[in-house]
């Protein structure tokens, strides 16, 4: 045991020291905000204001003030309405040295129900969120005149319109309030990382492996250990690499995430940052107001007190080493099978047997988000290949820790992983020694029958 000690202390430090460890693992945290902050940065400075001149023939969408008339429409976020009785001819010519952003033409509407079209004249095209914000308006201000002339009051409307929101509750009249939505969301995250992690530090055994097989320094270390050890100690290093790698991004992202809206709540006007949000086509593609919007966000963060943040938290760590030690020993083996004479669809097609698997798993991780409790989750969810990633998607979506489905996913994928590395070391020990022929799996059952 003192030497797979020493194999994993080698593995792990040898790749932590390392000066490209250390760059991905303070960069890429680093990158993510920075991503978030120019997304908001580009944002506040898309969102340019633009003032309109309107020309209305309908009548509907300006009201006579005096002698001129003025816009129905509002003056909210980014857009603004000049209504003016002038030419269209003229408008068209000089409303750019005039400080306008284009001329919003509405013929003469016979029919409410099936209005003309409406045109907007600019040297510039609208982006896709003024457009959107522009077309609700002006079909706002249709909508109450239908209202007007189906004798309606406006203000007894309004009364009618309910807000209905459903509060899921999974634990009877003790259970705490949750959210499918928030499940779902913390469901995909989670299981984008397993997906990611178990195919990135699995690869990176199958490569550590073909290194030392192709500069023969295997020679010299299976001197000293077992096959198996080797095998066994270069898994378990490679894997601390990623947890470690892992809880970094965790903690900094968590910092430097907060640090930037800090900053942001310090640089950027609220009303700029809304406005841009909203010119997105956001609330105004949605038929959402901001106060229904906070309202729901509200719930939303209400609902994450429900999920078991510990039992999640510990399931993570387990079905992250688990799945990635189940996966990562038939990398190893793939690894000692191949050589610097195997070519890249010779490569490709011993590890797509392996690949395919967390694929599949990632695709029924999707499937079961509409039904996290049925057969096919059931089954994904205690079938080792896949258990990595859809047990902790089923956790999140409250799945008790005291049940048969948590206690059978635990018992197979140890067991997976015993088998694995079994049938691996068979592989391994066969493999890692052989330079220079071309391995196929006919050649690697082989391997496993003599040994």
Same mark, same amino acid.
């Given at each position: 045991?003192?030497?797979?000690?020493?194999?994993?202390?080698?593995?792990?430090?040898?790749?932590?020291?390392?000066?490209? =460890?250390?760059?991905?693992?303070?960069?890429?945290?680093?990158?993510?905000?920075?991503?978030?902050?120019?997304?908001?940065?580009?944002?506040?400075?898309?969102?340019?204001?633009?003032? *309109?001149?309107?020309?209305?023939?309908?009548?509907?969408?300006?009201?006579?003030?005096?002698?001129?008339?003025?816009?129905?429409?509002?003056?909210?976020?980014?857009?603004?309405?000049?209504?003016?009785?002038?030419?269209?001819?003229?408008?068209?010519?000089?409303?750019?040295?005039?400080?306008?952003?284009?001329?919003?033409?509405?013929?003469?509407?016979?029919?409410?129900?099936?209005?003309?079209?409406?045109?907007?004249?600019?040297?510039?095209?609208?982006?896709?969120?003024?457009?959107?914000?522009?077309?609700?308006?002006?079909?706002?201000?249709?909508?109450?005149?239908?209202?007007?002339?189906?004798?309606?009051?406006?203000?007894?409307?309004?009364?009618?319109?309910?807000?209905?929101?459903?509060?899921?509750?999974?634990?009877?009249?003790?259970?705490?309030?949750?959210?499918?939505?928030?499940?779902?969301?913390?469901?995909?995250?989670?299981?984008?990382?397993?997906?990611?992690?178990?195919?990135?530090?699995?690869?990176?055994?199958?490569?550590?492996?073909?290194?030392?097989?192709?500069?023969?320094?295997?020679?010299?270390?299976?001197?000293?250990?077992?096959?198996?050890?080797?095998?066994?100690?270069?898994?378990?290093?490679?894997?601390?690499?990623?947890?470690?790698?892992?809880?970094?991004? *965790?903690?900094?992202?968590?910092?430097?995430?907060?640090?930037?809206?800090? =900053?942001?709540?310090?640089?950027?006007?609220?009303?700029?940052?809304?406005?841009?949000?909203?010119?997105?086509?956001?609330?105004?593609?949605?038929?959402?107001?901001?106060?229904?919007?906070?309202?729901?966000?509200?719930?939303?963060?209400?609902?994450?007190?429900?999920?078991?943040?510990?039992?999640?938290?510990?399931?993570?760590?387990?079905?992250?080493?688990?799945?990635?030690?189940?996966?990562?020993?038939?990398?190893?083996?793939?690894?000692?099978?191949?050589?610097?004479?195997?070519?890249?669809?010779?490569?490709?097609?011993?590890?797509?047997?392996?690949?395919?698997?967390? *694929?599949?798993?990632? =695709?029924?991780?999707?499937?079961?988000?509409?039904?996290?409790?049925?057969?096919?989750?059931?089954?994904?969810?205690?079938?080792?290949?896949?258990?990595?990633?859809?047990?902790?998607?089923?956790?999140?979506?409250?799945?008790?820790?005291?049940?048969?489905?948590?206690?059978?996913?635990?018992?197979?994928?140890?067991?997976?992983?015993?088998?694995?590395?079994? =049938?691996?070391?068979?592989?391994?020990?066969?493999?890692?020694?052989?330079?220079?022929?071309?391995?196929?799996?006919?050649?690697?059952?082989?391997?496993?029958?003599?040994?």
């Amino acid at each position: 045991m003192s030497k797979v000690w020493l194999i994993i202390k080698r593995e792990y430090l040898s790749r932590v020291r390392k000066k490209s =460890f250390l760059v991905t693992t303070l960069l890429a945290p680093l990158g993510l905000v920075l991503l978030m902050a120019t997304q908001i940065f580009f944002m506040t400075r898309s969102a340019e204001e633009k003032t *309109i001149l309107l020309k209305d023939e309908s009548g509907y969408f300006t009201e006579t003030r005096g002698a001129g008339v003025q816009a129905k429409l509002k003056d909210e976020g980014t857009m603004k309405f000049k209504a003016t009785k002038e030419d269209l001819e003229v408008m068209q010519e000089n409303y750019a040295e005039r400080g306008y952003s284009g001329v919003l033409y509405v013929p003469p509407i016979k029919n409410l129900k099936n209005p003309p079209d409406i045109t907007f004249y600019s040297d510039k095209l609208l982006g896709l969120g003024s457009r959107m914000e522009l077309e609700d308006k002006l079909a706002l201000v249709l909508k109450n005149e239908k209202i007007k002339q189906a004798g309606l009051d406006q203000q007894t409307l309004e009364d009618l319109k309910t807000t209905v929101s459903i509060r899921e509750n999974t634990g009877g009249e003790e259970g705490k309030e949750s959210s499918s939505m928030i499940a779902a969301g913390i469901s995909y995250i989670i299981g984008f990382i397993m997906y990611l992690s178990i195919i990135i530090y699995g690869t990176m055994v199958m490569r550590g492996v073909m290194e030392e097989k192709t500069n023969r320094i295997v020679e010299v270390i299976l001197s000293s250990v077992k096959p198996f050890q080797l095998m066994l100690g270069k898994i378990i290093g490679i894997g601390g690499v990623g947890l470690t790698q892992f809880l970094i991004w *965790i903690i900094t992202v968590g910092i430097l995430y907060i640090g930037m809206m800090f =900053f942001v709540g310090l640089t950027v006007d609220p009303d700029t940052l809304n406005n841009a949000v909203n010119s997105g086509g956001g609330m105004a593609a949605s038929g959402i107001d901001s106060g229904e919007m906070q309202m729901k966000m509200a719930e939303m963060l209400n609902s994450l007190s429900s999920i078991n943040w510990p039992f999640l938290a510990f399931a993570f760590v387990f079905y992250y080493l688990g799945g990635y030690l189940f996966y990562s020993a038939l990398f190893a083996a793939i690894g000692s099978a191949m050589g610097d004479d195997s070519s890249s669809s010779e490569s490709q097609a011993l590890v797509m047997p392996v690949t395919i698997p967390i *694929i599949i798993s990632f =695709f029924i991780l999707i499937a079961i988000m509409e039904n996290p409790n049925g057969s096919l989750a059931f089954w994904s969810s205690i079938c080792p290949f896949s258990s990595s990633i859809i047990m902790p998607a089923r956790i999140a979506y409250g799945l008790s820790p005291f049940t048969i489905d948590f206690f059978l996913s635990v018992a197979f994928l140890i067991g997976g992983f015993i088998f694995t590395t079994w =049938f691996a070391s068979k592989i391994y020990r066969t493999g890692i020694l052989m330079i220079g022929k071309k391995v196929s799996f006919r050649e690697m059952a082989k391997w496993i029958r003599q040994s």
